[in-house]
């Protein structure tokens, strides 16, 4: 999670282009099965701020189920 990719950010050229799309943060939550990781869903918010507790279980139950479609197709 980055709350605001305004400031210093660990992708600082993702962030040029997320801020300038009109993103000021992102949450990444990893889709996986056992102990593979098979991808991750991201987040982008025009917001900057951290997820609720409550927004990122919702966010995690997505993953999950987002996670199952993909193995049965």
């Not at 056992?34 to 990122?56: I, Y």
């Amino acid at each position: 999670m980055h709350d605001d990719l305004r400031r210093a950010s660990p992708w600082p050229r993702f962030a040029v282009q997320a801020v300038a799309s009109g993103f000021l943060s992102v949450c990444a939550f990893p889709l996986v099965v056992r102990s593979s990781v098979l991808g991750t869903m991201n987040l982008f918010m025009a917001e900057p701020g951290q997820l609720a507790p409550t927004d990122v279980a919702v966010a995690q139950a997505l993953g999950h189920a987002a996670t199952l479609t993909l193995l049965q197709n």
